[in-house]
């Protein structure tokens, strides 16, 4: 029910935007959040947004570096990332909390919805 979008292989120093459009649902008043996986590891939490785009969360890896925001108009969740470094490289997925929750968290489990995820390769 969400489709990623904006991965690719770049270098270190870049940037990317990532997007998050759901399909067959509107998610504009979801708790929305972006987590990553690399390979052999866990997916982790990376950033997390509330329906009105005012309070956000981010992991200490990517603060002021990456800003998540969402165009509720157009039912789309970014993720701007800049600086990018080769530990950045991953699988990103976005992620939406079940309807009616209002807080951004950075547990997974609270997510109930959840996109396939794009590649994003940072080379040095």
């Known amino acids: 029910q969400l489709v990623e979008s904006g991965g690719g292989l770049v270098q270190t120093g870049d940037s990317l935007r990532l997007s998050c459009a759901p399909s067959g649902r509107t998610f504009s008043i979801y708790v929305m959040g972006w987590f990553r996986q690399a390979p052999g590891k866990e997916r982790e939490f990376v950033a997390s947004l509330s329906w009105t785009g005012v309070s956000t969360l981010y992991a200490e890896s990517v603060k002021g570096r990456f800003t998540i925001s969402r165009d509720n108009a157009k039912n789309t969740v970014y993720l701007q990332m800049n600086s990018l470094r080769p530990e950045d490289t991953a699988v990103y997925y976005c992620?939406?909390?079940?309807?009616?929750?209002?807080?951004?968290?950075?547990?997974?489990?609270?997510?109930?919805?959840w996109g396939q995820g794009t590649q994003v390769t940072v080379s040095s």
């Open positions: 992620a939406a909390r079940p309807r009616g929750q209002t807080a951004t968290t950075t547990v997974r489990s609270m997510y109930a919805f």
